[in-house]
């Protein structure tokens, strides 16, 4: 199989090094070069973001070359949880989501989560069947992909456009859920433009009785229960 060398060159280092590695992933063609690539891929030829077979697609069209067989990529469940502002309970309510879908409903489910603070700690898998991914292009093998996005990071609206379903986590007290609510009243305002609009819920958590574990127990996992029961079901 002759090779295609590749260099990535977005703005946003951290795109770079996930779409290498999806790129790498779907077809063995594919290499990285850093000088003399067949093709270059940047803002300018290839809009971030996209599905990477629709990047793969684009690649055999402007080289007019085949790329070999290509790996098919599991129609994933991608859902997302947000927060309008901090101390809401946005990764302990997303966890605890992914935990329960993955022990009760007997699903695959990956979690990967935006949050510095969370993302230097967190195990590669759990005692509940979760997989903990640092990048979106490892997702193969699983049903649902949860992702824990806190408002502001980057790419925040471009990673909340690739879920089929989107909960804005509100909080306990009286300021953060409205703050929260202003969000999902501005998410859905402008899921309604959208040819296919994703589902936007809102979610007003209870406050956890033991901080220490993400787990689900007390008012907060009931909670949870039904929330992750309504997003199953629809």
């Known amino acids: 199989m002759e090779k295609i060398s590749l260099k990535i ?16 992933l779907r077809s063995a063609a594919f290499v990285l070069s850093k000088n003399n690539a067949d093709l270059v891929i940047d803002e300018k030829t290839f809009p971030p973001y996209q599905p990477v077979q ?11 070359r085949p790329v070999g067989p290509v790996k098919p990529l599991k129609n994933v469940k991608f859902i997302a949880f947000t927060a309008a502002i901090g101390g809401a309970g946005l990764t302990s309510t997303a966890l605890c989501f992914a935990r329960f879908v993955s022990r009760v409903n007997g699903l695959k489910v990956a979690f990967l989560s935006f949050d510095p603070s969370f993302r230097n700690n ?3 898998e759990d005692e509940f069947g979760l997989t903990y991914l640092d990048s979106i292009p490892q997702i193969l093998d699983a049903d649902e992909l949860v992702l824990d996005i806190p408002y502001g ?3 925040y609206h471009d990673y909340l456009d690739m879920c089929e379903k989107r909960v804005v986590v509100l909080g306990f007290d009286e300021n953060r859920v409205n703050i929260g609510h202003k969000l999902f009243e501005d998410l859905s305002d402008l899921a309604s433009n959208y040819v296919d609009p994703p589902d936007t819920y809102e979610f007003q958590n209870k406050r956890m009785e033991n901080c220490d574990i993400y787990d689900i127990h007390g008012a907060f996992g009931k909670e949870v229960f039904k929330l992750a029961g309504k997003l199953e079901e629809e």
């Open 9 to 24: 060159q977005y703005s946003d280092p951290e795109y770079n090094k996930a779409l290498e590695k999806a790129l790498i």
């Open 54 to 64: 629709s990047i793969i697609a684009q690649i055999m069209a402007i080289l007019n």
């Open 122 to 124: 967190f195990p590669k």
């Open 153 to 155: 990071v980057d790419g």
